[in-house]
């Protein structure tokens, strides 16, 4: 699974700028974290769903949690992916 990050910065911008356009002033930066973790975690649930529609669940799974290079693997990161396959398949 190739990650978001080009996409997320892109609409992490935009909802600045709509903030700033609409309320006058600029997402703090705590704001944009929780912003860019949330705008990652839903691009990786619509993934997980396509990865769905042709894998059964114990495959797509596997697919999710091999796609974490080993640089990056760290048990909390297996266990976001995990939870964010439950979510994506209903389970959650």
Known sequence: MPHHHHLTDQIVS????V???????ALSAAERARLRGAVESELIVAEI???M??????????????SIPPEEWTPAIGDKMRRLCDEAMGCA
């Open 14 to 17: 935009r909802a600045a700028e």
């Open 19 to 25: 903030v700033m356009a609409e309320r006058g002033r």
């Open 49 to 51: 769903r396509e990865l």
């Open 53 to 66: 529609r042709d894998h059964p669940p114990a495959t797509v799974r596997e697919i999710v949690l091999s």
